[in-house]
Each structure stands twice: as C-alpha cells, then as structure tokens.
C-alpha cells in the first residue's frame, strides 16, 4: 500500500516537473515563433503573390517568383527558355552550407567534447575563450579576414617577403574566401550547443547517469 502511495506521489511530482519545464520553455518558443517561424511564413505568402509594377507586391495569387527562377520570357514573343543562373546560385550556395556544416562538425564536437570533460573551473575559461569571437561584429571580423587574405594582405607580403611567391595569390572573392569565412564566423555557435552532448557522454563514462 505504502509502496503504490509512493509511486503515485511520485507520478504526480513528475507530472507537475513536466508542466513546469513547459511553462518555463513558453518563452523561448514564443521568441522563435515570432523572430524565427512568422518571418518565413511572411516570406512563403510573399513569394506565391504578383510582383507591382512600382516595388512591393500586389494581393494576386502568381506563381511567377518559382517561374522566373528557371525561365526567362521573351520580351517580344513571350516565350519561355530556360535560364539555370538562379539555379546554379542556389546550388552553390547549398553546396558551400553543406561543406561549411561538415567542417563545423570535424571541427567544434572535438573542441567540445574537450571542453565538456575538463574540470568545471577550467570548462568555464574554456567557453570563455569560444565565446570572444562574439566581442567583435561580425563586420569587423570579415574584414579583418579580407586585409589578412587580399592581394596586398598579410599572407600575400609575407611570402613574398620569404620569396616563396612573385606575384600575390588571388584569395579574395574566390571560393576559397568564402569557406573561410563561413566555417570562423559559424564555428563558435557550433561548438557551444555542442558541449551538451559531450557532456553527457563523460558523464555516463563516469557513472555519474544510472
């Protein structure tokens, strides 16, 4: 009886922890729905609307936006060829996440997982340094990048200076300029959510989580 008492006691604590841990998560679901979710559906509407003729949209069901990203119509016969720009735009800019996505995983869960298992004194030096890159706008922090790699930049003089190179490699607006910004600029954000799961995996391996 005793026993059957005690678990009731205890279905209904876990019960009331549940409601609570929802109620106090309410918050950051109300931000995410506002700034994260409402913006994309304005934009969803937006697209499937007629283009005015002076900026702005017309309340008129079109599907001209999806039609325009493949096509191109003649101005004299209204013909429709085929124009792969946007596409190749789109899959590039695909690709590039892709590739900065998987750069972040090889590079942020080893640097998590060793922040997660240091002591907690020292974990916390740790995320300090991770979140310095923050201090700075990300502005500042992508010029700095494009002094450091243009023509006449720091790598270029230095190794002309060493004789390596004659002439200054281009690196600037090239592929190669944009996967190392994207990774630097997203690393950071990568690494700190990613300390979560570290965490609980030395956790485990010390017995700490039955």
């Not at 936006?65 to 429709?80: C, E, G, K």
């Not at 590739?99 to 974990?123: D, E």
Request: net charge positive; proline share 6%.
């Amino acid at each position: 009886m005793a026993l059957s008492q005690a678990a009731l006691f205890e279905a209904k604590a876990e019960k009331a922890s549940t409601r609570r841990n929802r109620l106090l998560s309410l918050p950051a679901l109300v931000v995410i729905g506002i700034f994260g979710v409402l913006p994309l559906l304005i934009i969803l509407v937006y697209s499937f609307l007629q283009a005015a003729p002076y900026g702005g949209v017309q309340w008129k069901f079109s599907t001209d936006a999806y039609l325009n990203f493949l096509f191109q119509q003649d101005i004299f016969d209204d013909t429709l060829q085929f124009t792969p720009d946007f596409l190749i735009i789109y899959l590039r800019s695909f690709l590039f996440a892709v590739v900065t996505t998987v750069i972040c995983l090889l590079l942020g869960f080893p640097t998590a997982y060793f922040m997660a298992t240091r002591p907690p004194r020292q974990r916390n030096w740790w995320v300090l340094l991770v979140t310095i890159p923050f201090w700075s706008n990300l502005l500042v922090r992508t010029l700095a990048i494009m002094f450091i790699i243009r023509d006449e930049g720091l790598i270029n003089n230095a190794l002309i200076g060493l004789g390596v190179i004659d002439k200054p490699i281009t690196m600037l607006y090239t592929n190669f300029a944009v996967m190392l910004c994207s990774p630097l600029t997203a690393l950071p954000t990568a690494e700190l959510p990613a300390t979560v799961l570290p965490a609980a995996i030395h956790q485990a391996q010390q017995g700490k989580i039955r």
